[in-house]
Every structure is written in C-alpha cells, then in structure tokens.
C-alpha cells in the first residue's frame, strides 16, 4: 500500500509562487512514477507533469517553464515548484503514484489533494 499526504496550498496573489509537497509512505518514491494533477471547479482533471523511478521529468504543456517538479528521497517526498502563478491556476492539486513500471496510465494511489488559490 501506498499512502501520500499532500501540504503546501493556499491563496497568493497572481505572480507568487508555492511549493507544494507531498509525503508518501509504505513505498519508496525512487520506486515509483509520481504525478501531479489538478482539477478545477466545472473542469476536467488535468495532469501536471510526472517523475519516473529514474529521476527523469515530464510535464504537460500548461506547467513547462513555472513548474517544477522533483523528489527528496531521502525523506520520500515528492516537491512540486509552482511559479508565476495565475489565477487560472486556481485548482486543487493531488499527488498520485503509480507502480509496475508505468508512468501516468492509471495512478492506483492519490493523495486527499491541497487548494492552490491565486487572485488577481
């Protein structure tokens, strides 16, 4: 089983920026494809970027250049640096792992997620 535990959202104006966290436990991240995926209100989930096993990153369209994300293994957390935010990225934000070698197929584990208000 694997158990993540998200922290690090709150209101900041447009141009600030957060750094969300999310804390996993009964498996090692260096073992893992984690993700982060956000949902607005009325709106579809859309994923944010992803850190395989090997370190390697990804990241959809909407996160290049202001995310960030990357993973303490020491501690087994999973970072996500957000930039120059806008209020459209207004949304909750959830941590979600997967295992078996997969990255961003079916996330079988998920954080409870954290809100990220930004205003104008």
């Known amino acids: 089983q694997v158990q993540l535990v998200e922290s690090g959202g709150g209101s900041v104006q447009a141009g600030g920026s957060l750094r969300l966290s999310c804390v996993a436990s009964g498996y090692s991240v260096s073992k893992l494809c984690m993700g982060w995926i956000r949902q607005a209100p009325g709106k579809e989930r859309e994923g944010l970027g992803s850190i395989k096993s090997d370190g390697s990153t990804a990241y959809a369209h909407s996160a290049k250049g202001r995310f960030t994300i990357s993973r303490d293994n020491a501690k087994n957390i999973v970072y996500l640096q957000m930039a120059d935010l806008q209020p459209e990225d207004t949304a909750m934000y959830y941590c979600?792992?997967?295992?078996?070698?997969?990255?961003?197929?079916?996330?079988?584990?998920w954080g409870q997620g954290t809100q990220v208000t930004v205003s104008a």
């Open positions: 979600a792992a997967e295992s078996g070698g997969y990255c961003f197929t079916a996330f079988g584990y």
